[in-house]
């Protein structure tokens, strides 16, 4: 592999309460999921990360989520298909208009924590967000878990599909990811981590939290934008990934 793309979860502060480093992650990474109101982002900030990722070049996607301020969009929600629609519809219509309001474009949809990690294996909430997403634009891209099913259900509904793996996150012999409860789901350790993202972008392997080598096949690598130390962890990536001759690039066409 001689290039990957990098993306974060940005644009998440809300009102006085801020998250994340978006300007210095920006600098890093080649593709910004930006929040969309509905687990955290208001819209002056949204339309900061926005027009601050335009004039970095950084690629923009959609950071879906369920309605879930408080829990920062990481609770389990049983909605019915015809809200999940409406509500993927409500978001990325609102970030299409900040963005064309910056003169960029958005060119993908990622959708975040819980609904996320739900519709990775839950093919009735997956094709809602699908439908929703070819609803307002078919042309969009969706983001999801490298092996879940979701991909697969994506393809057949005639959507562009990216596969992504967590770099700041461990995984199960079965790939999917550690959940947040237990220990050892999250990972600290920048050059751990970067040396995991070298083996995962030259092998298409990483090591499961048993010790165990599972396959990954993945186009592009998530830092979290609110995990500590997300900047140290995305520098040391793209240092490590430069230094053994990768390019950090958006997995969109120029």
Not at 30 to 50: E, L, Q, R, Y
Not at 157 to 164: D, F, P, T
Request: proline residues 4%.
């Amino acid at each position: 592999m001689t290039a990957i793309d990098l993306n974060s979860d940005l644009g998440e502060s809300y009102g006085a309460w801020s998250m994340g480093d978006d300007t210095a992650m920006l600098a890093i990474v080649s593709s910004a999921n930006v929040a969309c109101g509905f687990h955290a982002g208001d819209p002056a900030g949204i339309w900061k990360t926005v027009k601050a990722a335009a004039a970095k070049g950084v690629s923009i996607g959609a950071h879906v989520s369920y309605p879930d301020r408080v829990g920062f969009g990481r609770r389990d929600m049983d909605v019915t298909s015809g809200e999940l629609i409406a509500d993927v519809i409500y978001q990325i219509g609102a970030l299409k208009g900040i963005a064309a309001a910056a003169g960029v474009t958005v060119g993908y949809v990622k959708p975040h924590g819980a609904l996320y990690n739900r519709i990775a294996n839950d093919p009735k909430q997956g094709q809602a967000v699908i439908d929703g997403i070819k609803a307002i634009d078919p042309e969009l891209t969706l983001m999801g878990l490298a092996n879940a099913p979701i991909l697969d259900l994506a393809r057949n509904s005639g959507l562009n599909v990216v596969a992504e793996a967590f770099a700041d996150r461990a995984y199960t012999p079965d790939g999917q990811l550690v959940s947040r409860r237990d220990p050892g789901a999250v990972l600290h350790d920048t050059q751990l981590i970067a040396r995991r993202m070298l083996q995962l972008a030259r092998e298409g392997t990483l090591e499961a939290i048993d010790g165990s080598t599972i396959k990954i096949d993945a186009q592009s690598i998530c830092v979290h934008g609110d995990s500590p130390g997300a900047v140290a962890i995305a520098q040391e990536i793209r240092r490590a990934f430069e230094a053994d001759g990768i390019a950090i690039r958006s997995f969109l066409p120029a």
